[in-house]
């Protein structure tokens, strides 16, 4: 089936801005009438979070047992790591303050110059520098490293249900989060 022909389940955000102190449920939201199920491609977010966001899909009436679970990334914000020395402009390999904060493909920041993460070590990264129409620079030790990964993220579920149901959480409690979009694409 084409892209076009799928239909979306959009969620209203509680607040414009809010800061997620405790775990937050969708109601159940049916997608078709129940004599059939439909397939549920993704979940779909727009959102700006210094945290990330994990969220679990529960499907046809079982709130217990999530049928698939994901997480969107921070994006803004500091990440609470530094660079230990400072960096040239050349090299390809950054080592952070980090243990394991980083993945794969996330992007993040150091002074002006933003890198993605190709692959993701403990404490030592391969990036592709000056991404995003920066340039790549020398960094001077105890540089901070900000997120910026994208704010809009959509992540494949693929999944057969009747009704679904929705939650998310952060790590932090102190930290606002704006989800400005979240839905659910099916067919």
């Given at each position: 089936m084409p892209i076009t022909d799928s239909k979306?389940?959009?969620?209203n955000p509680f607040t414009p801005i809010e800061s997620l102190s405790t775990d937050r449920q969708t109601g159940w939201f049916q997608f078709t009438d129940l004599a059939r199920k439909v397939f549920v491609r993704r979940i779909n977010a727009t959102y700006s979070s210094p945290d990330e966001i994990t969220f679990k899909v529960y499907v046809d009436g079982d709130d217990v047992n999530e049928v698939f679970s994901g997480a969107f990334?921070?994006?803004?914000?500091?990440t609470g790591v530094t660079l230990?020395?400072?960096s040239d402009d050349s090299t390809e390999t950054l080592v952070t303050s980090s243990t394991s904060?980083?993945?794969?493909?996330?992007?993040?920041?150091?002074?002006?110059?933003?890198?993605?993460?190709?692959?993701a070590g403990s404490t030592t990264h391969t990036v592709q520098r000056g991404?995003?129409?920066?340039?790549a620079a020398s960094h001077i030790m105890d540089a901070p490293i900000?997120?910026?990964?994208?704010?809009?993220?959509?992540?494949?579920?693929?999944?057969r249900a009747k009704y679904a149901q929705v939650q998310i959480s952060t790590s932090s409690s102190t930290n606002p989060v704006e989800i400005s979009r979240m839905e659910i694409e099916y067919e």
């Open positions: 979306v389940k959009a969620f990334r921070a994006n803004v914000g500091a230990p020395a400072g904060l980083f993945k794969n493909g996330d992007w993040i920041q150091v002074d002006s110059e933003i890198m993605k993460i190709i692959s991404m995003r129409g920066t340039t900000v997120w910026k990964n994208y704010p809009m993220d959509s992540i494949k579920i693929g999944n």
